[in-house]
């Protein structure tokens, strides 16, 4: 893994960027170290017109890494972050936030569609997880044998389970604001395949999506153990008890 | 509060019987006290065919007084418990297990008349929970203003709802296997009148509630906190994990 940046973002929290190559692209990523040798690591997804700095990520990646020795990483998915220009960022920005809020004039993709495009976005994404991945783990940032976890939610979940599906070294995942679309087989099949301890967070005001089809996905996991939580609100609405929450579920899962 | 029996029951913990007199009739409660006066107080309602002792509940509120320094409280519901002959409880809970494996020949009632006899069991139980809750906080087991929360699942919910709707010194509640019939217009209007926040559990593969009924109790729910927590198996399977998250959950909103 080739560092291009250090920096110093609190408490012997160590914020470094990288960039790996998969097939023939460079990949940005970033990884956040605690002081002395990371105990346990999460991969942590963003989400649509996110980038893997996004506060939400950064501030609980500086707070695991200060406060039990974690290790987080993330990288940018295809179309995102530092893989597109600052301008395109924007636009892209604007069209989500526009989908959050149903304006009318929103871009809308037919179900065929979308499920043709995360199956696209999945083919690409998951082979960079997975190189992210072993590039960190022959770092010397973590113990050996150190348990690993993923969290993603909305786009970190359409990623995400396919990710799951095809990687045996994840030991527990928070998923959430995703959904199983009818006849989205592929991503059915890879939910099926993931059998991990899993948290699956929904919010039950969802401006773009539909309970229905965030109940299939819980539904189709194949783990045993499997948890929904529902709060109210929107897409953007989780309320900050359930983040915290998720710290909990790392500490009983990530041993 | 009339105390009939005291009993250490591990770590400076007490278990202590006592009994009020609600509409001319006797009703038994026990009340679990820490070593010194309590900080907060539970009000522990159990579930059907099962008594105010039961290990669920006797468990958690040893665990909470030791820990914690809360002080619980339970009472015996309408039919249940002490109020009943040790012949008709055996005969109630063989009738409720053999309903919860779903045996046909299990006598089921129909919506309207098991709406009915919610109501009347409400009616009854509500006034005893609120005497038992004066009784409490008339004792010199609390300290003042001790925050109160409320714990019943199932038929702890039945009785629950109406409960924290009609009285205004409860603070938070956890329910759960609970659900909201169609047409159940007292039940439903109860819901919308609880406004603490509010911690639901439901099981996914209910023997004899329906998923709908269940989430329809969550929407009804007035509060503006509320979270349903959904997790895989059966009516009694609820998983360890949530229960412990629920001390978590008073932690935070018995304050």
Redo the contacts between chains.
């Keep these: 893994v080739r560092i291009t940046k250090t920096r110093r973002v609190g408490d012997g929290v160590l914020q470094r960027d990288f960039e790996i190559e998969v097939a023939g692209e460079a990949v940005p990523g970033v990884i956040w170290t605690p002081d002395g040798t990371g105990s346990a690591c999460l991969a942590m997804g963003h989400g649509g017109s996110q980038h893997k700095k996004t506060a939400d990520i950064r501030i609980r990646a500086v707070r695991y890494a200060s406060r039990f020795g974690w290790v987080s990483f993330a990288i940018d998915a295809p179309g995102h972050g530092n893989r597109i220009s600052a301008e395109e960022a924007a636009v892209e920005q604007r069209r989500t936030l526009a989908r959050l809020r149903g304006d009318a004039d929103a871009v809308s993709l037919t179900s065929a569609a979308k499920n043709s495009y995360l199956n696209d976005l999945a083919a690409q994404a998951v082979p960079e997880w997975r190189a992210a991945l072993d590039a960190v783990l022959e770092s010397d940032l973590l113990v050996e044998a150190a348990p690993i976890g993923y969290w993603g939610v909305s786009m970190g979940t359409s990623i995400g389970v396919p990710l799951l599906a095809s990687e045996a070294r994840f030991q527990c995942a928070v998923l959430g604001l995703g959904q199983l679309h009818p006849d989205h087989v592929e991503f059915e099949a890879a939910a099926q395949r993931v059998t991990v301890p899993l948290r699956f967070a929904l919010q ?1 005001d969802y401006e773009i999506r539909t309970r229905e089809y965030g109940i299939a996905l ?2 189709a996991f194949g783990a ?9 609100g929107g897409h953007l609405g989780i ?1 900050p ?2 983040a915290e ?1 998720w710290e ?1 579920f790392y500490q ?1 899962y990530l041993v």
């Excluded at 045993?224 to 109210?232: V, Y």
């Design positions: 039950w819980f539904e045993a153990e499997k948890s929904l939580h529902i709060n109210p309320p008890a359930e929450s909990l009983r």
